[in-house]
């Protein structure tokens, strides 16, 4: 019997409104085809998701609106910070997700872009945007389930 040796993953950034704003309902890892400074912009964390979406086009996922900033030590050959970036899935997961955000409000998200293994990864989830008593509910219950794990630490220390 071998041991499966763990990958570290290194988060660079993650969408921290997508939870908040879409009810995921499922999730894929997928690559990305990255240029120049890219990579190393990535490593020293400079990417934002705020604002970005995936779409599955002629037979492609793309990722639109994700910023990578220009890499600090770079020259005029820098990157473009907005640039479209394809995504690289398997072609019947392409064929899941092309199934599903033809679903009546369902869009594809980036919820974090990490380093899985030295290579930059992105997850994405397939997603129903909630209104606005749906994110009140949510709200609600975390705070009430954090009350309720005070009290339990407070019965503890007394």
């Known amino acids: 019997m071998t041991a499966k040796k763990a990958q570290s993953e290194k988060i660079v950034c993650s969408n921290k409104l997508a939870r908040l704003n879409y009810a995921i309902e499922d999730t894929f890892e997928a690559g990305m085809v990255l240029v120049g400074t890219e990579v190393k912009a990535l490593r020293e964390g400079m990417a934002n998701l705020k604002d970005s979406y995936a779409q599955v086009k002629d037979g492609d996922v793309f990722l639109h609106e994700m910023h990578i900033s220009p890499y600090s030590h770079g020259n005029i050959a820098n990157h473009d910070p907005l ?76």
């Not at 199934?99 to 998200?109: F, S, Y």
């Not at 290579?119 to 994110?135: M, N, Q, R, S, T």
């Open 83 to 158: 640039r479209v970036r394809k995504l690289l899935l398997h072609r019947s997961e392409i064929k899941r997700l092309y199934g599903k955000t033809q679903e009546r409000g369902m869009t594809l998200v980036p919820l974090k872009v990490y380093f899985k293994g030295g290579k930059a990864k992105i997850e994405i989830g397939v997603a129903k945007g909630k209104k606005l008593y749906d994110k009140r509910e949510d709200i609600k219950k975390r705070e009430d389930q954090r009350d309720i794990e005070r009290g339990f630490r407070t019965k503890q220390r007394g």
